[in-house]
């Protein structure tokens, strides 16, 4: 999955793609260099960013996806938690929703059912303006795993088939570095939950953090947290270097694979 931020402030690549021509440029080289689903983001979840509202979140988003419907082969996904935004995105072409709040916004969850799309649900500890501040766990494994759980029996109460859900921890969103390395150690318990398992770390600040690199210079890190990802279970990886991550997935899927001599 690759990451296209429609959006002025996102933290790794904020600004870059506002343009809807330079959007679409830089979705058809991640679909070119491999991406199955780009996901599309018109709202950045970056602490201290300002909240947009769903006119223009609509229009930062729906003219992209649209070009893109008929120009790449790869799954559209909207990153969003508002309603009104899923509607529009799916009616112009997005086939799956991506929402960092797991469909907990009022409405959502209808909304959601009701477009009949694949839907991730993320776990987030607290709201983006606010949640690196302090975040807290007696046991962030089995807090996360509740919660996601949680969120999966309501959606199907809602008549979302099972079938339909995706399951991601939330790297970073709520989480200190070592909330973050108790979940990656928990990727092969999390993908055994039996629900396809999307993880994020492209860029984040743990890969900072333990490699003392600013955030346009992670790839390194990025590439190393995506394969390990990828061999503890994960289905998803969400990148914003795809031709990178695809080269080091296509050659660990050699070796895993049963080609060969
Ligand atoms: C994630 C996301 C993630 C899902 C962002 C960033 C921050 N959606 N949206 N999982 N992260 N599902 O790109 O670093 O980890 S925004």
């Given at each position: 999955m690759g990451?296209?931020?429609?959006?002025?402030?996102?933290?790794?690549?904020?600004?870059?793609?506002?343009?809807?021509d330079a959007a679409v440029a830089q979705a058809q080289a991640m679909a070119a260099a491999g991406a199955d689903i780009i996901d599309i983001g018109g709202e950045s979840t970056r602490p201290g960013a300002p909240a947009v509202d769903e006119a223009?979140?609509?229009?930062?988003?729906?003219?992209?996806i649209e070009a893109l419907a008929t120009r790449v082969p790869s799954l559209?996904?909207?990153?969003?938690?508002?309603?009104?935004?899923?509607?529009?995105?799916?009616?112009?072409?997005?086939?799956?929703i991506n929402d960092v709040r797991a469909l907990r916004c009022a409405a959502?969850?209808?909304?959601?059912?009701?477009?009949?799309?694949?839907v991730c649900l993320m776990h987030m500890q607290g709201e983006p303006a606010t949640m690196q501040a302090a975040p807290a766990y007696d046991d962030v494994v089995t807090e996360v795993t509740g919660f996601l759980l949680a969120r999966v029996a309501a959606c199907e109460a809602a008549g979302m088939p099972?079938?339909?859900?995706?399951?991601?921890?939330?790297?970073?969103?709520?989480?200190?570095?070592s909330h973050n390395l108790c979940l990656l150690r928990a990727l092969p318990a999390?993908?055994?939950l039996g629900l396809p398992l999307l993880v994020?770390?492209?860029?984040?600040?743990?890969i900072g953090a333990l490699t003392g690199r600013p955030v346009d210079?992670?790839?390194?890190?990025?590439?190393?947290?995506?394969?390990y990802a990828a061999l503890q279970g994960a289905a998803v990886i969400r990148v914003h270097d795809v031709g990178p991550t695809v080269e080091a997935l296509r050659v660990i899927r050699a070796v895993k694979g049963s080609g060969g001599q």
């Open positions: 990451v296209l931020n429609i959006t002025p402030d996102s933290f790794s690549d904020g600004g870059r793609y506002l343009r809807p223009e979140e609509i229009a930062r988003v729906v003219p992209v559209l996904s909207i990153d969003t938690s508002k309603p009104a935004v899923m509607r529009a995105a799916v009616a112009a072409g997005a086939g799956m959502a969850i209808e909304t959601a059912s009701g477009l009949g799309v694949p099972r079938n339909r859900l995706l399951i991601d921890p939330g790297f970073g969103f709520g989480k200190d570095l999390l993908a055994g994020g770390l492209s860029r984040k600040a743990m210079d992670r790839l390194h890190g990025s590439v190393a947290l995506a394969v």
